[in-house]
């Protein structure tokens, strides 16, 4: 496996921009025609706390980064006149594999999956009705800076 950014095959940089950022895209295009048409929906876009601080791993950075800001605001912007709205959250370390919990936090923990959900299904309700164009950051204070 290639050790640097500029090792990496092209193919691999295609890759997980196909799946990290015109995914996205897409399933936003295949359904905010209906939202529109139906006068109400909520699209909740995934980002990362790496597209808010960059990694090693450019090319997921740059494709979450551009989720979180470019494709969230301007699909809110696209939706508010038909009440669509369009949210991102973006964990750091959640506890979906073992490897995850020894990820540091100013919290000193990895997020739990339900807390995600949680939040997730929140900015689905009508309790959120009036959030929309917005990057909600569930990392434990990890954008903060510095870790435990």
């Keep these: 496996m290639p050790e640097t950014f500029k090792d990496l095959d092209i193919e691999i940089i295609d890759w997980g921009i196909d799946v990290n950022f015109k995914g996205p895209i897409y399933m936003a295009h295949a ?3 209906s939202m529109m048409e139906q006068g109400s929906g909520v699209i909740i876009n995934i980002g990362s706390i790496d597209g808010e601080t960059g990694s090693f791993a450019v090319d997921y950075s740059a ?3 551009g989720i979180m800001q470019g494709l969230t605001k301007s699909l809110a912007l696209y939706g508010a006149p038909h009440k669509v709205r369009v949210c991102c959250v973006s964990p750091g370390p959640v506890l979906t594999r073992p490897a995850m919990a020894n990820m540091r936090t100013p919290l000193g923990r990895a997020a739990e999956v339900q807390e995600v959900v949680d939040l997730i299904l929140f900015l689905a309700s009508e309790q959120a ?3 929309t164009g917005v990057n909600y950051l569930i990392d434990g204070g990890r954008s903060c800076g510095a870790q435990n």
Excluded: P
């Design 129 to 131: 009705a009036y959030i």
């Design 31 to 33: 359904v905010i025609g």
């Design 63 to 65: 494709s979450k980064s």
